[in-house]
C-alpha cells in the first residue's frame, strides 16, 4: 500500500515493533501500511462512526491482516483497554478536538509510550496544551502536500516515570526518569518566557522545526510573510476601528514569522 505524503510522513513517527492504536482511522491506511511492512506487529484501528470503520475493516480483509488488526467503534480513547497499545496515533482531526481526545482518555494516554498528533488547526494551541499537560516533544515534522501544509508531532505522554531524553536523528529515547533537557542542554520547556519555556514563535511554529531549519517550514513562513505583507500593503490609507484592529493582528503575526525566517539567516 502506498500513502499519501501527509500519511507516510505520520506513519514514519511510530516507533518500530510498538502495538498501534489508531485514533479515528476512516480507511485504516496507517495501521494496515505499518503491519503489512513488518514495521509493527499489530494495531487498533478505531473510529466513531460506523461508516468508515466498515471501509476500514473491508481494507483489512482486502490485505489479509485480520489477524493482526483489530476494529472498534471508540470515541477517542474509550474503547481502549489500558496497556493494550504503546502508541497512538491522532492524525486529521481539528486541533480542539484532538485536545479533547487526549483529556478524556488522559488515563490510557499515560499508559503509552508515544503519540503521534497531526492537528488540522489551531496547532499552536495543541503544542500549548502539550506543554502545559507535561508531555514531552521527541520530535516534529512538516510536509507540504497539494499546496497545503502539514505540521505533526511525536511525544511522550506525562506519566509514571517511564519517560526518556529527547529522539535525534532516529534514535529511540533512553526509557528511564526523565531530566526533561535534550542531549545539547537544551530544555524541552522548563525556563523562560512563553508557555514551559517556548516563545510565540516556537508555539506557533515549532520549536523543533525552527532548531532544525525545516525547509518545508521555511516555504510556510516566506508565504505567512508574503500573504501578510500584501494584506497590509491593501489595507493602507483606511482607518476605521476595525482596519486598525486588523493592521494591529497582521503585523504582529508578521513579526513572529519574520522571527521564525531568522532562524534561517543563521
Known amino acids: 500500500m502506498e500513502l499519501s ?18 485514533i479515528g482511522t476512516d480507511h485504516a491506511y496507517i495501521p494496515i501500511f505499518l503491519v503489512s511492512t513488518g514495521k509493527i506487529p499489530a494495531a487498533v484501528a478505531m473510529d466513531v462512526n460506523r461508516g468508515p470503520l466498515l471501509r476500514a475493516e473491508e481494507n483489512i480483509r482486502a490485505h489479509g491482516l ?22 497512538a496515533v491522532i492524525a486529521g482531526m481539528g486541533g480542539p478536538l484532538t485536545i479533547r481526545i487526549l483529556k478524556e482518555g488522559k488515563d490510557i494516554v499515560r499508559s503509552l509510550k508515544e503519540c503521534i498528533l497531526q492537528p488540522q488547526s489551531e496547532i499552536e494551541e495543541v503544542r500549548a496544551f502539550l506543554l502545559e499537560e507535561g508531555f514531552f516533544f521527541l520530535r516534529e515534522d512538516m510536509v507540504e502536500e497539494d499546496g497545503k501544509y502539514y505540521p505533526m508531532m511525536k511525544v511522550l505522554p506525562p506519566g509514571d516515570g517511564r519517560g526518556a531524553g529527547c529522539e535525534r ?3 529511540e529515547p533512553d526509557r528511564k526518569e ?14 523562560g518566557s512563553g508557555v514551559q519555556g517556548w516563545n510565540d514563535t516556537e508555539l506557533r511554529y515549532g520549536k523543533f522545526l525552527l532548531e532544525e531549519k525545516n525547509p518545508v517550514l521555511r516555504e510556510y513562513l516566506q508565504r505567512e510573510i508574503r500573504i501578510r505583507a500584501q494584506i497590509l500593503d491593501r489595507l493602507k490609507g483606511r482607518d476605521s476601528a476595525d482596519v486598525q484592529r486588523r493592521k494591529t493582528e497582521l503585523e504582529k503575526e508578521l513579526k513572529i514569522a519574520e522571527k521564525g525566517m531568522d532562524h534561517y539567516a543563521v
Open 169 to 171: 536523528n532516529g534514535k
Open 66 to 87: 485480520q489477524d493482526k488488526i483489530t476494529t472498534r467503534i471508540s470515541d477517542g480513547f474509550a474503547a481502549l483497554e489500558e496497556n493494550e497499545a504503546d502508541a
Open 5 to 22: 505524503k501527509r500519511l507516510n510522513a505520520v506513519a514514519s513517527l511510530v516507533t518500530d515493533g510498538y502495538r498501534l492504536a489508531d
Open 178 to 191: 526523565p531530566d526533561r533537557k535534550e542531549p545539547d542542554g537544551r530544555g524541552n520547556g522548563a525556563q
